[in-house]
């Protein structure tokens, strides 16, 4: 028996999925939407970047469906009580990765601690040795000499199960532009393989082995090692790095969300109505834009932690009230970013107020209404995309520096930003702790690379001036 | 031209007022003066006499914003929100919670941040500036692609990582330079190279990649072409030509935030313990000391419109087609 | 035989690569002499200017390159030389001036710093050489008060004057050839009038060869001493400008003078070319006109036709100038009457009468923004169209005839004056009143590039007016009207599920028109509607809008700056100068015997085709003033070459017959 549980971030996140999804179906019958994501498939690194980022949804979705479970009770007539422990659909995929805590600080691969510690033999005598872990390579016989050949045989596997895959990827690719393009089968593998496909299928293809390897990596490895270590208090980074994703697409994602609506009225109002009601919004953003960021985004956190001082029983689990401070970082993440898009909106809608097309909807009677409905939203969403896209990557990165200041997400929830906080003294240790810092910068760098390069492809696609070039 | 800094200037007022009201609701609706004062008094003190003496000599005795006791203007003039804010117009910012002089402080943080601040935004300038010329100069051919792949991975990384692998490479492994610290006077150099190495660093992805659009975006007009035309040399087309109409939305993007420098870097200052105004505003959060937020608050505001004008002074120097009026 | 200065040998260029790169310029062959004016005609896209880029290796970058033949200069090939010595034959043996003189010169240096680097890199003048040989050129280009100049910016010059210092630019090198690409089009036509004869002076002062690429015949007429015609990349006719102008051969050569619109072909149908050219990406088998020609037989569609030579100097690529093929017998196809009813067929009731309409824009200044004067775009401008007549408003840019429109309209509120639309006082109408009058008054645009949301299908687009003003009662109902107005423009009704880029600009504007009349209006206003077009194109428009007018009693105000378009379509002109009309009458009477200077002034300066009727050019001083300064008096009068005494002192009263109005004091 379970109990799912909603959380404010996850109800947005499944809003967010719904409205994409609902923009796909919509745009499937209209070229000249589909145009322009076509053209973002086709480019080398856009693809590629497309993949990437698809694995992170998928595990940031994964993370994002929860539940309580029941606890165990003998007497079955009793009510059922739930744990007071949230999970999530990831949490119970990686299984072990969250249960399997060590004493302490471990490296990858480790089947030590990473420290010495006093051991007290029954003799009485102690000495200093490195403790084996309790579950790090806890299979092997002999750890110091089997470690190395174990760790291969796994990769051998995982090698094995990569290239299964990889081909069976390829099978299906294949067979699918067969179809599509009325081709024989070898005539389309070949097409694929000799890149003369307009989406760079072969791209496409390698990018995902590369991420299926990892995947394979993990599944042979992460369950028998710490392949990224553990941290002070024994945890596996690895889990860490993986719950983090959520965290960081939550940020780079809702912020936007939340401050779109806003953003896309206010500029588009201005722009079109102008006089006062333009003065107004400008004084508006300006204001808002004139102080500095940071600070306001510092007030405002601690406004809410001493709102949650107060307020304790607001919040069931700890995990509720980690959410809620994270829904709270994003719509203040936005109130202090909308201004930029409101900007560009603004001055997009004053251009447009005097294209042509207006004028002649305006000689026809069209209500205003229906001008802004139909001619100036369709015509300034490229920079919306645009922007969106655009912000993502500093929003991600935003969280880091955020969580340093100390007014971030919650210092219990998983974040890159509060790994590299931690790993910052952890550098300062001799011998130094190395795996948690980079743990947090493979992960953090990968998606923030890939939304940078899509970000590239979509403006590439979209803007119109880059376009004609 | 002055008329038209008058009025930028005279509108500046009102956007400094709705800052004001805006920290000071977002800082009281949570946190009354009560509150504060229990804060800084601590435990052991709490009486409400303590509570009273100590708001009456920090000036928290009165309402908020409206004071119903007095009559006519008073009820507005005779309020915390009015004369904390009329002090700050006249950049009398008070004193800080703890009793220190915060226009003091600022005025005393502000040369270190300034001395990291300027030798990075003028080394980075023209580290940013050539490498977008190169890129420019052979766009098109795989030096362009991988060097604007190799910007977009530069931009990929957070700014921590640039500090802390400088710190642990340039410090640490190679003790180049002290990790961290701060000393006045020519001392100061020897803790300054480090920040700025990396202030530098982290910023050539991003600022080289938007130089190169500049570039670019002015390479395909039709004035280039002319200037080819005329069988002018490469390199003067370049220099001549490209360089001094891409230099109009580089100049003005610098000259933006130029003011805003005076604000200090919080990561570098605080990672590398710079006594400068960025560290000086984390520790204001984490003390949260109101006056002196307050005060970083109003001045960055004040900053920023200040840029705000300044770019259009810009415009009209570096380009000729542009008159205030 | 004297050596050619400049010979191009089967020269082919590229843009981009693979199947699908672009063919721009195809085996193009000419020479030009030393000394002579050689046009090169066509229409856009026909790859003319990719030529004069490829003559100078200055194809776009990284895309373009040339691909074949060699283009040599007195026996040295160009495109086999470095860069470096490449760089030595720019704009010093041969110079180039650009279309758009806008946005050719460099914005941020100085007009002598742009001409005096010319004359360091080529003639290593430095200091007071330079600096005297730049204010000598700047005089010799005709630039009043050049010390000034000198230190002024491109933004501070108008366009003549712009493209005065382009010429200028040019001269410094005194180059053996000057390539001048469109140099007048994007100016008006007294400006154009000024500029072309600046070149003519220049030619007969250095004795430099001229390749002047246009669209236009009449300049070719006025300025050529041989002619090629360009098409879809390559030479279709070469000639000296005298055979060309008697005795053209080509079937697009004859079209394009069958196109021109002019006053003796107002009562039929200007012929036109079909179709538009083909996009240069492929291989062609036969003739590249072919699908466009009315006597294309079979041969035609198989076969190139080669570029032979027809008589001495006359080259045709054409299978009707090869002796040795027979065409078939010609179809009756080639004579179909194409005779109108004439023009103007309506009541003759009154439908907009607009009296003293004026539109000013506040000038603002100052630290409280206070209107320290005005713009008079439109200063006390009337008129009044019959019902199914034809108004045109004539003038050079920037003298208001484009806000008399929108003022009309309502699109632009009228600061005073009337306008009354069948017994309505529109200027007093507002809100739902005004909306619903809409659909009685129409405005079609310039540009239809421009005048159609992009992220609409065409068909939506002429929907919307329906919608708005609630024509057609279901959505079924109003898209069987589409399909109908779709048909009555000359479009397939399948054309209504495309979107506006799929469209070429002659469908555009077909488009925009049926748009238009989706909402049944009575008057239309049409905005210069086939100045963005080519000249085949035109005619195609100008013909849809003659028969729309007949079949439905359609009322237009036409607005442009072609005066052989008016002479063409309109029954009465108005000519604007500086927001007010100058002279007003029926067509014939005001463009055979133009009373106002200013109109005779606009007259004189059209390049004329034939060269009886080419008229003395009335020189134009100077550029128009600023509307927001009009000069006292007569506006006309700094300018006015019959300007008397009087003229300075007040503004000249309407005179003339009731009819014919005029605002002159020469006819007082």
């Known amino acids: ?469 | 031209m002055f008329a038209y800094i008058v009025r930028r200037a005279a509108y500046a007022i009102p956007i400094l007022i709705g800052v004001n009201l805006l920290t000071f609701y977002l800082f009281f609706v949570v946190n009354s003066p009560d509150d504060m004062a229990r804060l800084h008094l601590g435990v052991k003190r709490v009486t409400p006499e303590a509570i009273e003496k100590w708001k009456a000599e920090r000036g928290y005795n009165k309402p908020l914003l409206y004071n119903e006791a007095v009559s006519g203007s008073e009820r507005f003039t005779k309020t915390i929100f009015f004369e904390k804010s009329v002090k700050l117009f006249a950049f009398d910012f008070g004193y800080s919670d703890d009793g220190r002089d915060i226009s003091h402080d600022i005025a005393q943080r502000m040369v270190p941040s300034l001395a990291i601040a300027i030798p990075s935004l003028l080394v980075g300038l023209l580290i940013n500036i050539s490498f977008a010329m190169l890129l420019a100069f052979f766009r098109g051919t795989y030096v362009d692609v991988s060097g604007v792949i190799l910007c977009v991975a530069l931009m990929s990384v957070s700014a921590m990582f640039y500090i802390i692998g400088g710190q642990f490479l340039l410090g640490k492994l190679l003790r180049l330079m002290p990790i961290s610290g701060y000393d006045g006077g020519v001392d100061a150099i020897k803790f300054l190279v480090l920040p700025v190495i990396i202030g530098v660093v982290s910023g050539i992805g991003s600022s080289t990649r938007l130089y190169r659009s500049f570039f670019l975006e002015e390479a395909g007009k039709d004035f280039i072409r002319t200037a080819r035309a005329k069988g002018l040399k490469e390199s003067r087309v370049l220099f001549r030509h490209l360089l001094a109409n891409a230099m109009i939305p580089i100049v003005t993007g610098v000259v933006v935030i130029l003011p805003l420098l005076f604000m200090g870097s919080l990561l570098l200052e605080s990672f590398f313990a710079v006594p400068g105004l960025g560290s000086y505003t984390i520790d204001a959060i984490n003390r949260q000391d109101f006056a002196i937020v307050r005060a970083m608050v109003f001045l960055g505001s004040v900053l920023y419109i200040i840029g705000l004008i300044l770019v259009d002074v810009a415009y009209t120097v570096v380009d000729p087609r542009v008159r205030l009026s | ?668």
């Not at chain 3, 990349?233 to 060309?244: I, K, T």
Request: proline share 5%.
């Open chain 3, 1 to 668: 035989m004297k050596q050619p200065l400049l010979q191009l040998a089967n020269l082919s260029a590229r843009i981009g690569t693979g199947p699908r790169a672009i063919r721009p310029v195809d085996d193009v062959s000419f020479t030009i002499n030393k000394g002579e004016t050689f046009a090169l005609l066509g229409e856009s896209g026909c790859g003319k200017s990719m030529t004069a880029l490829s003559i100078l290796r200055l194809l776009p970058q990284p895309h373009g390159r040339i691909s074949g033949g060699q283009v040599k200069l007195e026996g040295t090939d160009l495109t086999a030389l470095p860069e470096v010595e490449m760089r030595q034959v720019r704009g010093r043996r041969i110079a180039m001036i650009f279309q758009e003189p806008m946005t050719s010169l460099n914005p941020v240096l100085t007009v002598g710093d742009q001409i005096g680097e010319m004359l360091q890199q080529h003639l290593q003048m430095k200091g007071t050489a330079k600096l005297n040989r730049v204010l000598e050129l700047l005089d010799a280009v005709g630039i009043p008060d050049v010390k000034r100049r000198y230190t002024e910016y491109p933004h501070q010059l108008s366009g003549g004057m712009k493209q005065r210092v382009m010429i200028a630019i040019a001269l410094a090198g005194e180059p053996d050839l000057l390539i001048a690409d469109e140099p007048t089009t994007a100016l008006d036509v007294t400006i154009q009038a000024q500029v072309l004869e600046l070149l003519q002076q220049l030619q007969r002062d250095t004795h430099m060869a001229i390749l002047l690429i246009t669209h236009d015949l009449g300049i070719v007429a006025g300025m050529a001493d041989r002619v090629a015609v360009m098409y879809a990349g390559q030479l279709v006719e070469e000639a000296s400008r005298d055979c060309f102008f008697t005795d053209a051969r080509h079937p697009y050569s004859l079209r394009l003078f069958e196109s021109l619109p002019n006053v003796d072909k107002r009562d039929h149908a200007l012929k036109t070319i079909p179709g538009f050219v083909p996009v240069l990406d492929r291989d062609f088998s036969g003739c590249r006109f072919a699908e466009r020609c009315e006597q294309a037989w079979d041969t035609c569609r198989t076969q190139a036709p080669s570029w032979d030579i027809t008589t001495d100097h006359h080259h045709v690529r054409c299978h009707l100038a090869d002796r040795n093929i027979t065409p078939p017998a010609r179809t009756a196809r080639d004579d179909t009457p194409l005779a109108h009813a004439t023009p103007g067929t309506g009541t003759g009731a009154s439908l907009l009468e607009v009296r003293d309409l004026k539109v000013h824009f506040p000038i603002h200044k100052g630290v409280f923004k206070r209107v320290v004067g005005q713009v008079y775009a439109v200063d006390g401008v009337s008129l009044e169209i019959p019902e199914g007549h034809t108004q045109a408003l004539v003038g050079e840019s920037g003298c208001g005839k484009t806000t008399v429109g929108k003022g009309i309209l309502q699109l632009l509120r009228p600061t005073a004056g009337s306008v009354q639309f069948d017994n309505t006082e529109l200027t007093q109408l507002k809100g739902e009143r005004l909306r619903r009058r809409r659909t009685d008054f129409q405005f079609i645009f310039q540009d239809p590039y421009s005048s159609m949301n992009p992220r609409m299908r065409v068909g939506d687009i002429v929907e919307e007016g329906m919608i708005a003003q609630d024509i057609g009662n279901s959505s079924q109902q109003r898209r069987q009207r589409v399909d109908e107005l779709f048909v009555q423009v000359g479009l397939s009704p399948e054309n209504a599920h495309r979107y506006p880029h799929e469209f070429s600009g002659g469908q555009r504007q077909r488009i925009c028109i049926a748009r238009a009349l989706a909402v049944n209006p009575r008057l239309i206003i049409c905005d210069e509607p086939t100045s963005a077009l080519d000249i085949s194109v035109q005619a195609q428009i100008l013909n849809l809008l003659k028969q729309l007018q007949n079949e439905l009693g359609l009322s237009y105000l036409f607005i442009t700056h072609n005066l052989s378009v008016v002479s063409y379509l309109a029954d009465r002109v108005a000519v604007m100068y500086l927001g007010r009309i100058v002279e007003e009458g029926p067509v014939a009477s005001v463009l055979e015997e133009p009373l106002h200077p200013y109109t005779r002034v606009l007259l004189s300066a059209v390049p004329q085709i034939d060269q009886d009727t080419r008229r003395e050019i009335i020189r134009l001083e100077g550029d128009m003033p600023s509307p927001a300064n009009p000069p006292g008096g007569c506006h006309f009068h700094p300018r006015c070459p019959d300007a008397m005494p009087g003229c300075r002192e007040r503004y000249p009263g309407e005179t003339g017959t009731a009819d014919h109005r005029v605002h002159c004091f020469l006819h007082q």
């Open chain 1, 1 to 469: 028996m379970i109990m799912p549980v909603i959380l404010w971030t996850d109800a947005l996140i499944f809003l967010l999925v719904a409205i994409v999804t609902g923009f796909a179906l919509y745009a499937r019958g209209k070229p000249h939407l589909r145009a322009p994501w076509h053209h973002v498939m086709c480019s080398r690194l856009g693809s590629m970047a497309v993949v990437i980022l698809c694995a992170y949804i998928i595990i940031g979705l994964l993370d994002s469906l929860h539940y309580r479970p029941a606890i165990e009770n003998s007497d079955a007539s009793a009510e059922t009580h739930y744990a007071v422990e949230v999970l999530s659909v990831l949490d119970v995929l990686v299984g072990p990765l969250r249960t399997r805590t060590e004493k302490t600080y471990s490296a990858p691969f480790a089947t030590q601690l990473f420290s010495r510690e006093t051991v007290q033999h029954p003799d009485g005598s102690q000495t200093r040795k490195y403790p084996r872990l309790e579950y790090g390579g806890r299979h092997l016989e002999n750890p110091a000499a089997d470690a190395r050949a174990d760790i291969l045989q796994r990769s051998g596997i995982a090698l094995t199960q990569t290239l299964a895959a990889g081909l069976a990827v390829l099978l299906l690719i294949t067979l699918w532009q067969a179809r599509r393009r009325q081709l024989a089968f070898m005539a389309s593998l070949r097409d694929i393989l000799a890149r003369r496909t307009a989406v760079p299928w072969l791209i496409i293809l390698i990018t995902l082995s590369v991420l299926l390897l990892l995947t394979f990596l993990a599944i042979n490895l992460a369950t028998a090692y710490h392949v990224l270590g553990t941290d002070k208090v024994g945890e596996d980074v690895f889990y860490q790095t993986l719950k983090s994703i959520r965290t960081g697409l939550v940020i780079g994602t809702l912020t936007t969300l939340i401050m779109l609506p806003f953003a896309i009225f206010m500029g588009i109002l201005a722009g079109y109505a102008r006089g006062w009601i333009d003065d107004l919004i400008q004084y508006l953003y300006t204001t808002l834009n004139s102080i500095p960021g940071i600070l306001l985004i510092a007030a405002a956190i601690l406004m809410l932690q001493v709102y949650m001082a107060n307020h304790p029983d607001a919040f069931e689990t700890t995990l509720e009230r980690a959410d809620i401070r994270l829904l709270f970082l994003c719509i203040i993440l936005g109130i202090t970013s909308w201004t930029g898009l409101c900007r560009l909106l603004r001055g997009e809608s004053l251009k447009l107020r005097e294209a042509e097309y207006i004028q002649a909807a305006t000689a026809f009677g069209v209500r205003h209404s229906k001008i802004i409905s139909r001619h100036i939203l369709p015509n300034v969403m490229h920079i919306v995309l645009i922007t969106v896209v655009l912000d993502f990557s500093g929003l991600v990165l935003a969280e880091a520096v955020l969580s340093y200041v100390g007014v971030g997400v919650d210092p219990t929830m998983n974040s890159w930003g509060n790994m590299i906080n931690s790993a910052r003294l952890e550098m300062a240790r001799e011998p130094v702790v190395w795996w948690s810092l980079l743990a947090a910068f493979l992960f953090m760098f990968t998606l923030v690379l890939a939304a940078n390069l899509f970000s590239d492809a979509v403006r590439d696609a979209f803007d119109p001036r880059l376009r004609q070039r």
